[in-house]
């Protein structure tokens, strides 16, 4: 007696609809997996954002404990990095809870390995005519709008200079802006959805969309939303007017010693 076909058929898959099933499950995959690398990306640049806002906050703190005056200290760069106990991630890391992670950008995708004069990885840098590295620490009433100022921002742990002036601004819209992914300074300002997470002067963060970074090497020819200063001949002047800004005025630059700052 013959075994009828459709029950055979019942026993198992066929090659082709076996191929069917793995086609539509690849479809899927293909689909689901971008829709995932981007909520993924998302959370890691809520992360970031979160942790700037934390570190924005503690400045106040601090500055509330200091005489109404922001951190100031030893130049955050080079070997000072590892010895100099007041950098500012030093002097600001009882304020976070003594936490070195909260430097830490989930998003960062430069290499793994970070600047041997480190303790410990960081992914962002300060605002140096806010966060001096001299002396002469700033009061938090010498800021006009302190929504209007740049305190931290987002760049690579494998860099040697965590406190950045306008000068180093400058250097990388002339120098490193436009060489791609391969270029040290600079690349933290895209790193999520090619844009800038930063935290103002009044605790608030914000995310910054930035110019694109190129392969040309052409020079950049502003920064978009971030600006030089509110008065004065900025260094470089976007057409349109700039969101925040790093100093209110173009008279001083340098950094250290009595040199004005901009504020």
């Keep these: 007696m013959k075994t009828p076909t459709n029950r055979l058929r019942a026993t198992g ?25 981007k909520a993924k990306g998302k959370a890691h640049a809520v992360k970031c954002l979160n942790s700037q806002k934390q570190m924005a906050l503690a400045f106040l703190v601090y500055a509330s404990d200091h005489d109404d005056r922001y951190i100031a200290g030893t130049f955050a760069a080079n070997a000072p990095l590892m010895t100099a106990p007041d950098v500012w991630f030093k002097l600001l890391l ?7 992670n909260i430097y830490k950008c989930p998003g960062h995708f430069d290499g793994g390995t970070f600047y041997p004069n480190l303790p410990y990885p960081v992914d962002y840098v300060v605002n140096s005519h ?13 800021i006009d709008t302190p ?7 987002e760049d690579s742990r494998r860099m040697n200079n965590f406190n950045w002036s306008v000068s180093d601004w400058n250097w990388i819209r002339i120098n490193s802006w436009n060489q791609g992914n391969a270029a040290l ?13 930063v935290a103002l002067a009044d605790g608030h963060t914000e995310f910054l969309k930035m110019p694109p970074r190129l392969t040309t090497g052409a020079m950049l020819a502003d920064f978009g939303p971030i600006g030089d200063c509110k008065i004065g001949t900025p260094v470089w002047n976007p057409p349109t007017q700039p969101k925040v800004f790093l100093r209110l005025t173009s008279a001083g630059d340098a950094i250290g010693g009595n040199v004005n700052l901009g504020f």
Excluded: C
């Design 147 to 153: 929504t209007d100022y740049l305190v931290t921002t």
């Design 13 to 37: 898959f066929t090659l082709i609809e076996l191929l069917v099933v793995i086609a539509i499950i690849a479809i899927l995959a293909g689909m689901l997996l971008p829709a995932l690398a």
């Design 130 to 142: 806010i966060i001096r590295p001299s002396a002469r620490a700033l009061r938090t009433t010498q």
């Design 94 to 100: 009882p304020y976070v809870g003594n936490n070195t």
């Design 185 to 197: 300074y600079g690349v933290g300002l895209t790193r999520h959805n090619a844009g800038a997470q």
